[in-house]
């Protein structure tokens, strides 16, 4: 079956940097496009990153572009959220969600900025 697992989250600092990764595993990964997501409580799930099979097509939300930068390795099945200027407004859950059949989320990893 379809399986989405994010890792990476954590505690940094203001200006620091973070890597989110995403494994995906019961689907043709190649062939999808793969989005990251974000969530702060009460709000709703903000798509924050999304990049196409290919590799060819990416899409930042507007406050992040510049600062993270969205990969994949297709071989590996994995897709990547490099976070780096990050500042305390990306404190939030981030998810990694596969656009497979009715949609494939993963449980979420916390990312919290403090000082």
């Known amino acids: 079956q379809v399986r989405v697992v994010e890792s990476g989250g954590g505690l940094v600092q203001p200006g620091g940097s973070l890597t989110l990764s995403c494994s995906a595993s019961g689907f043709l990964f190649s062939g999808y496009p793969m989005q990251w997501y974000r969530q702060t409580p009460g709000a709703e799930r903000v798509l924050v990153a999304q990049i196409s099979g290919d590799q060819r097509s990416i899409y930042y939300f507007e406050p992040v572009k510049g600062r993270f930068t969205i990969s994949r390795d297709n071989a590996k099945a994995m897709v990547y959220l490099q976070m780096n200027n990050v500042d305390y407004d990306d404190t939030a859950m981030y998810y990694c969600?596969?656009?497979?059949?009715?949609?494939?989320w993963g449980q979420g990893t916390q990312v919290t900025v403090s000082a």
């Open positions: 969600y596969a656009p497979v059949s009715a949609g494939y």
